[in-house]
């Protein structure tokens, strides 16, 4: 069991940056790929970023390359997401997942364990 805590999220003005953070507690750290999803009113949630149980595999949706960056701390259980040159599209409620495994997934039901959430709002 891996229970996961966001933090970070907020109000930023298009352009802005941000930076998510989202802890992990229960299991060890380091045998699960983490990944960053994200919900907007009215729309599924779809997938942002994902980093395997290293940190040396990353995919990132099309939508934020290039603006978006995964980082991983294993020793402090800790997963990151930088967020820069923001947009309002970029609103959602953002959310952290963890699932068993070496590999980076990109699909949401590949994995096991997610966060509450954290609202990110973009204000044009």
């Known amino acids: 069991q891996v229970q996961l805590v966001e933090s970070g999220g907020g109000l930023v003005q298009a352009g802005g940056s941000l930076g998510l953070s989202c802890t992990a507690s229960?299991?060890?750290?380091?045998?699960?790929?983490m990944g960053w999803f994200r919900q907007a009113p009215g729309k599924e949630r779809e997938f942002v970023v994902s980093?395997?149980?290293?940190?040396?595999?990353?995919y990132y949706a099309d939508s934020v390359k290039g603006r978006f960056t995964i980082s991983r701390d294993n020793a402090k259980n800790t997963v990151y997401l930088q967020m820069n040159s923001l947009k309002p599209e970029d609103t959602a409620v953002y959310y952290c997942?963890?699932?068993?495994?070496?590999?980076?997934?990109?699909?949401?039901?590949?994995?096991?364990?997610w966060g509450q959430g954290t609202q990110v709002t973009v204000s044009s």
């Open positions: 229960g299991s060890t750290f380091s045998s699960y790929a």
């Open positions: 980093t395997s149980w290293s940190g040396g595999e990353t």
């Open positions: 997942a963890a699932r068993r495994g070496r590999y980076s997934y990109t699909a949401t039901r590949e994995y096991d364990y």
